[in-house]
Structure formats: structure tokens, C-alpha cells
């Protein structure tokens, strides 16, 4: 489960690997009304689709609410989450803690990405495209793609700078 708000190639990374430990893996972009995306949920699931095609065995959905209850709405036991680097610890930490308090039979798998991917965020990459910098060598050609045209939609782009999470 995560925002992709876009899906980087620090995410594929992560996508593949879970791969190897399971032959049915859920994408679920999360519907998080306290951040204010870049991409629609509708635009995110899209370019996700786009992102892990190809990839058997991967679906794409979104999901409103806890994370830990659409796990269970879909039969599954797993949650599985990224750690780039140590200040990715404290939150995740604290988020599988309590998910498993809010659900003892959910289990989070913590995977680490190629270390050529393991300080890319998506909040990075926006600002990083909004002031100008070519993205290419971190995200999938297309996403690179939609974020320029949402910039060039949204003229005032330091609106995101100031607004993303
Ligand atoms: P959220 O808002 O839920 O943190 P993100 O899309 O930012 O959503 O992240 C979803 C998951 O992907 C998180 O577990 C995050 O740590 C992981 N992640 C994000 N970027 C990377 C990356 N470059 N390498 C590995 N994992 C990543």
C-alpha cells in the first residue's frame, strides 16, 4: 500500500522483489484526503498499471480507509512497505506497530530497494520537476512524461512545492 503519488522506480524496484516471496501482489494506492497529490487516485492507479505491465502476477487497486482492513477485505495476511533509509524507520516502525495492534493477523514485510533507488521519494521528484530538473534516471519514461504535462497544466507549480507531502 502506498500514495505513488507518482509510482518511481524505487517502487518497481520494491514491486519486483515482493514478487519473489509471493505469486499475487496487490498495488493499493491509498485514497489519503490529509495529502493533497499531485495525481488524481484515478491518474495514479493508471500510471501504475502502466508501470508494473508485464509483471505477472501484480494487480493494481486503490482502497479507501485503514490499510490494515482492505489487507483483510482481500483475503491477504501481508502488507509489504519500502525502507530507503533510516529516517523511513521511526514512521514505518510506528505504523506496523500499530497496525498490528489495529489487526494481530496482518503481518508487514519491510524490503529494501537497490541502493541506486534508495533515496528516491515521489514528494523528491516533484519538487525536483518543478524547478526545472530532468527526472528521467528516476522514474518510468511515461511518468516523467505526466508529471510534465501536470506542471505545464498547473502553471503555478510552487503551489505543489509548498503543498506536498
Ligand atoms: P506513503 O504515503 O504510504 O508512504 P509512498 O508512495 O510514499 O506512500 O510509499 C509507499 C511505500 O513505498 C512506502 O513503504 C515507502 O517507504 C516505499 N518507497 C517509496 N519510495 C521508495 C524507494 N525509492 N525505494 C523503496 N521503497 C520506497
Request: net charge positive.
Given at each position: ?122 514528494k ?8 526545472g ?16 504535462e501536470?506542471?505545464?497544466?498547473n ?11
Amino acid at each position: 500500500p502506498g500514495s505513488f503519488d507518482p509510482v518511481t522506480c524505487g517502487h518497481v524496484d520494491i514491486i519486483k522483489r515482493a514478487l519473489k516471496l509471493t505469486d499475487h501482489l496487490i498495488v493499493a494506492v491509498a485514497n489519503n484526503y490529509e495529502k493533497s497529490p499531485m495525481f488524481t487516485l484515478k491518474e495514479r492507479v493508471k500510471i501504475l498499471k502502466q508501470a508494473t505491465k508485464g509483471l505477472k502476477g501484480v494487480s493494481v487497486d486503490s482502497f479507501d480507509g485503514l490499510a490494515v482492513d482492505y489487507v483483510k477485505a482481500k483475503g491477504a495476511r501481508v502488507m509489504i512497505r519500502g525502507l530507503r533509509m533510516i529516517s523511513d524507520f521511526e514512521y514505518e516502525f510506528q505504523m506496523a506497530l500499530t497496525n498490528r495492534k489495529l489487526s494481530p493477523d496482518v503481518e508487514t514485510i519491510f524490503m529494501t530497494p537497490s541502493e541506486e533507488y534508495s533515496y528516491i521519494s515521489s514528494k523528491l521528484i516533484k519538487e525536483a520537476a518543478s524547478l526545472g530538473a530532468d527526472i528521467s534516471s528516476f522514474v518510468p519514461v511515461f511518468v516523467q512524461k505526466a508529471v510534465k504535462e501536470k506542471l505545464n497544466k498547473n502553471k503555478s507549480s510552487r503551489r505543489y512545492f509548498n503543498n506536498y507531502e
